[in-house]
């Protein structure tokens, strides 16, 4: 397995060796260019943020594995990067994308990745995060490549997804969702995934630092003179969601959920995506609002009856944050953008569940055959010095005298 | 109570459809200033990052109700910004500002509900916070009409004020006080705040962002030119703070308080925001000593003495970051701006002074009558699944008297 | 102490006030160049969360001397910057630089003292730390001197170290290990550091703080139509040491070490330093894993038995992570950068390896004079309120039955 993944690499190596012909198309002269790349430099900053600070502690929430969590995210992000630049100039189109934008969309990519893995968290070895990616990414590009740029001619107008409610959030979850019914086992579906006061607020860490960056995640690639517009939106979508999911959860559980309040607070930057540049204030305050509420309904009522009924776990409940709001997303954009082609967005959205269903579900024959986990959601199987809790122990009793 | 947070919801949503037209006047055609105006987005990001990660960890230094912190953090964000919007679409001047601009001015309210925040935080429930925020926006609204724009015609001149240390910080802080006069209980003024090792190193984490980014809330609304020179006038006052809180909190107290260090750091950045863009780096740096000096003071001299003789609780100190040093920073910019309108700046002090306590007192009656948390100060009242932590269970059990 | 302490400050505040005239040459008029500096300014404010969030955190894995790692940190920082620009106007050459490019000039040379201290950290008083700043800013400002503006014209030729591979990174590691070289002693050197799951936790997001910003860092002074590139160049690197860390922790100890995650996972971003902005992303991203193969092999091997061979201490490790990566970095410009000019290349690292270690010798014989911490790794010789220990020994014990 070692030298399949060291073999990887080497190609890896080899293609990007490749891939110096993507800086040829560059080299701006005219500054106003420049500038204008140097903002979405900034803004893939603030994404990359997200990816590693934001989606990382948010599932840190999962008190035993936060370490494997953190690495886990790491690993995935620097797989699914490089990956996606070697995919775009081994695919390049006739008008290739500009350095930066191939950033952007390498850093979608692994976002959708990410929200993929929070689906099997705790229960793949930390190789197995490698190849999900290896898995994952010329699937998420075949799914992009069908919706958005006209692929096989399944869809023939645009469908409208700015922000990736679609292509990124719904296409991650659902793959995630494929990938986990192949693989949950009766160990790992009995046993309880523990948090604590500590873990609960690195999650929430996780989710602000989302919070924060989300507009610019929405706003990357869309026109200067648009972005304070599309930032605005997605601000104000978040704060629906905010609001919504803390009634929500009280209403729905009598007391406030942590876990609600990290998770469901974000359901309204994912269902802005689609239209976080064609909404007007209210409109995207209003997506928000029925965004946190039905993601909050997800955790609180259906989490539960789901995982009971199909014995199938979705450790990060991304069902509930991307999956039903991303789509949530895709169908509002009926509604919200004008002139839009109701069959092309119906489309896209089906191509991309059926697409995100069937290649997920094969990742996860694929992954399973790697083997699985003794114990579930824990960072002693694979971390060093893990006599950790007990260390702790150990140490304290052994300065008892001192202190 | 529920029904009518709905109802404001459900109004402000109606209000928020009003708002479309707030982007009428958009939609720049000349690039730089659409590049201008995403250099301005792009500081509101980091201001966003201070309002929720650095705010809100800022205040999880209370130990058990850190998941109460940050949730609070969350609504009262959540329920400004969009408030503001309705103000400013309901209230438009005759020359409107841009939606970028109108998002900071959205920020900087939120931020002084923030501070505010801070004096009673802990002592009320979830559902208070929010109805502060709706108590909070109009009244920091007016102040902010009656200051800068010439409101009432009580002010002729130009207060100098740019990055808020008046209208701001001092507003926020004394509004807070004032709430807290209104609100403190005898049991409440009996318990103490505990905070750990754990919930001091958060308390730095919200107190670093808030440092790192702070340049970009006082260059927030500076033009393109005199942004590097506010920026290193902010830093250099940080880092005046900074110095002469180590020595303050050494000197006053014989050892480091963790607590001087996350908060009294900060107080440069209050003292500058007056004259963040007209000082030059020595004014700057001397002026961050001076405010740290006060801050250092305040935490460590006056807020014991203070507490005991007035049997009021301001939990997190915001007289002694954000009431005195913003005070400071309003005078000093008598001495540092040259041609500055002594009798509007002096005015302009006494005016914010005055409304905060004034709204500041009758909000606390209004929210004292919505009753009071039984056991402040913890989150186990309000929240879910506290059987998470041995630790929380041996806690809560020791605490059976009270709870 | 103190007093003299205290006559520094108020030489610094002295010649700040001179400082004044920085801002003399400044007031761009043409607004393309206002944009461009707002850019810069931009990726300054990335550069102080790497400073502050960044090397503070990653510094916490100590676990019993968090609170004092942070409280250095934001000592350092604020000792080193307003010395840097002291000296700027000290020094001013006859084309000074702008007031945006002399603070991150400034924040390279608070990032090289950072790394500095991570060689001695937990084994000087506070006071320490300071004095560290204001010996080790003048021995910085010699080296970028000698090695990038042709002081005493010792090279002839450019040098070829955008992102500072070497007079940022492996001068501070080398000025650090010369520093502790002097002060190691047998009770520092038998006193083990302890981490564990929380300390780890707090690590790795100091870890990814600086994974995330490391672009801007190394792209703070470049044209911005070379941005793009750099950050690209950057990323892959990251990406390709992340990889290669994971692999080779694996494969050198047996499991996953989160020291090795938290740490080596950056020498790719440490490495690119000298190429960042001539790199093509093949050649970037095997820099980065072959940096992250010798970073982790210099902690899983090398860190062991050095210690034991010197009886000297690096407390982070920063000769793995800084020192060597750092040296990579330059000697590997000879292969990747076209026309360098070599004599210079190889002149330009010697000498800053000898100024460093020559400085830092002396600094540290200096440093030593002023005496030595009791205990060495704690927050409890300098902070107050030390009954947090107390209760993390109560709860460890009430759960023991558990555990």
Sequence with gaps: MKNCLRLMLLIGMLLLALCSGVYAGE?????????????????????????LVG?????????????????????LVSVSIPLYFVKESLFA????????????????????????????LGRMKMQQYLFLGILFVPCYALNEWLVLNGGLGLISGKVVDTGGSIVIHAFGAIFGLAVAASMTTRQEYETAIESDENSDKYSLLGSMVLWVFWPSFCAALV???????????????????????????????????AADIANATLAGGVAIGSTCDLAV???????????GVVSTFGF??????????????????????????????????LFVASGINVGAQLTGIMVTVVTAAVTGLVSGKVLAVMGRRVAPYVDAEEFDGEEGEEDVVMAIAAEEPIA
Aim: charged share 10%; net charge positive; proline share 5%.
């Design 281 to 291: 204030p209210g409109s995207a305050f209003m997506i928000g609002i029925l965004a």
């Design 300 to 333: 609180a009522v259906i989490q539960g009856k789901l995982t009971d009924w199909s014995k199938k776990v979705d450790t990060c409940g991304v069902l509930y944050l991307h999956g039903l709001p991303g789509l949530l997303g895709g169908v509002v954009a």
């Design 223 to 257: 026109a200067p003179a648009d972005v304070p517009k599309t930032g605005v939106n997605v601000i104000l979508a978040l704060c629906g969601s905010t609001l919504a999911t803390y009634f929500a959860s009280v209403k729905l559980r009598g007391k406030i959920s």
């Design 55 to 75: 989606f990382g502690f948010l599932m840190v929430f999962v008190r035993k594995y936060g370490r494997s969590a953190l690495t886990a995210t790491y690993l």
């Design 93 to 120: 189109p006739a008008a290739p994308a500009t350095i930066i934008d191939t950033l952007i969309l390498a850093e979608f990519a692994a976002a959708s990745l990410l929200i993929c893995a929070g689906a099997v």
């Design 27 to 51: 080299a701006p002269v005219a500054s106003l260019e420049a500038l204008t790349d140097v903002q979405k430099y900034n803004r893939a900053i603030h994404i990359m943020a997200m990816l």
